[in-house]
């Protein structure tokens, strides 16, 4: 849609082939089908919740140029900020943190509570040596955190395994849910450079760095956007999978679609392959790696990838817990949330399903192979009902510690990603995550190709923004669109590309590091010498 969407307003005829009957891709939200009764609508589900930290420039770029209905100029105006971060633990109450500058005394002394009251358990040590930890990646310059610390791990980088079990699980422990991946496996480049932007958000002017929609996703931004590039000309089709791309002659002369089961071959002047990676690679042939033999390096980064997939619980009353996301550090299943009803002022839950629903809570499961605490067995290995069962249970544990938060009575309906099927008692997943492990990025692939016509758009491409999100997978969208206004000889202008991560208060100290890197050097954290 990002890159149909800049193509669009540059003049293009553009073609969009969507194998769904929905749009959005993995940020789509949609109907639980059938719940919906005596007139009301369907309960509302989600691949996962939608999270826009303060550092996203791409997508919210594109949102502001997506005209919205009901009093607000486009759908970046749906967007509606979350105050407060919460550490949910099996053994104490939840620890609030701001997640924005502090506009008021009040809002300063939470802030300065959250910094100094030690429920977290973490000595003067531990927190030193993170802080450290992220200086050192905040002021590393973009040559050392690619070609150095892209090649070790979080874990490594850390020194973890010389640290004190707490600092362990909680610096160590949040990596499974920023990246759904262990601090063992995933590299220090891409962890520390996004860790440090959202801690450094957190803390400084502008606004949250924990930004959410106010309504279903598809509801307040994907239809909103989709009615957009229809208005303008784009030729949007559903359900029309692509089997086949047919490249000779080191060019793309055509792709075979099947549509509403008919199969037929589609042209065009200039492809752009907006798969995810496992689905792309389902689509290498023999033409293609003669076209560009770089593109086998996809078949391996295929394997790089781990499951983030959603549940959802529908309550008969509203339970807010936070104003804004909730971390369950002593969940095995590295469980987030976020209650949605505090949220979505304009939209009565009780219109939807059978009326009882009053709140929902929203969580993303990150970990799918660690033992749950009912059952012994991991998400993969569990019936769907077992996962109901062992995501209620885990989060009720973490949040009923001073209280009762959430009790059986109030639930009412769930929701499973559709992605998590079941075959022969095992799950599957129809859409995995990429995840940057060590020494991954020389597998990623730029958008261009050796295949003139032929580019790639997708959240596995190399960007500037590195971590598998909305954000990359719109500027990778960017980057292809710019190829093809090169290779048109448009006189349109080019999309916008930001440099992320760069805070010009630290470009002193990058600056030295960047010489220093190049004399073959390593970081000393000085701005001179």
């Not at 422990?173 to 590299?187: F, K, P, S």
Request: aromatic fraction near 10%; glycine fraction near 8%; charged fraction near 25%.
């Amino acid at each position: 849609m990002s890159a149909a969407h800049e193509l669009m307003e540059r003049g293009f005829h553009v073609t969009v082939l969507e194998s769904r009957r929905i749009p959005g891709g993995k940020a789509r939200s949609m109907p639980v089908q059938g719940t919906g009764t005596e007139g009301r609508r369907d309960l509302p589900a989600e691949h996962g919740f939608r999270f826009f930290p303060k550092f996203y420039k791409h997508v919210t770029d594109t949102m502001k140029r997506i005209p919205y209905q009901g009093g607000r100029c486009s759908v970046y105006d749906n967007l509606i900020e979350g105050t407060n971060l919460g550490l949910a633990f099996f053994d104490r109450p939840m620890q609030p943190f701001l997640t924005e500058f502090p506009q008021s005394i009040s809002g300063w002394r939470t802030l300065l509570k959250s910094l100094f009251r030690n429920n977290l358990r973490l000595s003067e040590q531990d927190i030193d040596h993170y802080v450290s930890a992220l200086w050192k990646v905040l002021t590393s310059c973009d040559e050392r955190r690619l070609l150095d610390y892209q090649r070790i791990s979080w874990w490594d980088f850390l020194q973890a395994e010389k640290q004190s079990p707490e600092f362990r699980q909680i610096f160590t422990g949040l990596t499974r849910i920023l990246v759904a991946a262990r601090a063992r496996e995933v590299n220090a480049c891409t962890v520390g450079t996004v860790g440090a932007t959202i801690m450094l958000d957190m803390v400084l002017p502008g606004g949250s760095a924990d930004r959410l929609l106010n309504g279903p996703t598809n509801e307040v931004w994907i239809n909103p956007w989709l009615n957009y590039l229809c208005q303008g000309g784009v030729d949007y089709r559903f359900g029309a999978k692509v089997e086949h791309i047919h490249c000779e002659d080191s060019r793309i002369q055509g792709i075979t679609v099947t549509e509403n089961g008919q199969s037929r071959r589609v042209s065009a002047d200039y492809y752009i392959a907006a798969l995810p990676v496992e689905v792309m690679v389902g689509l290498l042939n023999d033409g293609l790696l003669a076209g560009d033999p770089l593109l086998r390096g996809l078949i391996e980064l295929a394997a790089h990838v781990e499951w983030m997939n959603g549940v959802q619980f529908y309550l008969n009353e509203d339970v807010p817990i936070i104003h804004g996301h909730v971390i369950y550090m002593d969940s095995p299943w590295a469980l987030t949330s976020v209650s949605q009803a505090q949220f979505w002022p304009e939209f009565r839950l009780h219109d939807y399903g059978d009326g009882q629903v009053r709140g929902i809570i929203s969580i993303d499961v990150s970990d799918w192979k660690a033992p749950g605490i009912l059952y012994g067995k991991s998400a993969m290995e569990c019936s769907r009902d077992e996962i109901k069962v062992e995501v209620w249970e885990q989060i009720k544990r973490s949040l009923n510690q001073d209280k009762i938060v959430l009790s059986d009575d109030m639930l009412v309906e769930w929701n499973l990603d559709e992605d998590i099927q079941f075959e022969e008692g095992r799950a599957t997943n129809a859409e995995p995550l990429l995840v940057n492990h060590v020494n991954t990025w020389n597998l990623r692939p730029n958008t261009y190709t050796a295949i003139p016509n032929l580019f790639l758009a997708s959240d596995y491409i190399r960007t500037n923004t590195d971590l598998a999100t909305m954000e990359s997978a719109n500027e990778a969208a960017r980057r292809a669109v710019n190829c093809i206004l090169e290779q048109a000889g448009s006189d349109a202008p080019p999309c916008k590309i930001w440099d992320m991560y760069d805070y010009p208060i630290l470009s002193a100290w990058r600056s030295n590091d960047r010489a220093r890197f190049h004399k073959g050097l390593p970081w000393n954290g000085k701005i001179i010498g």
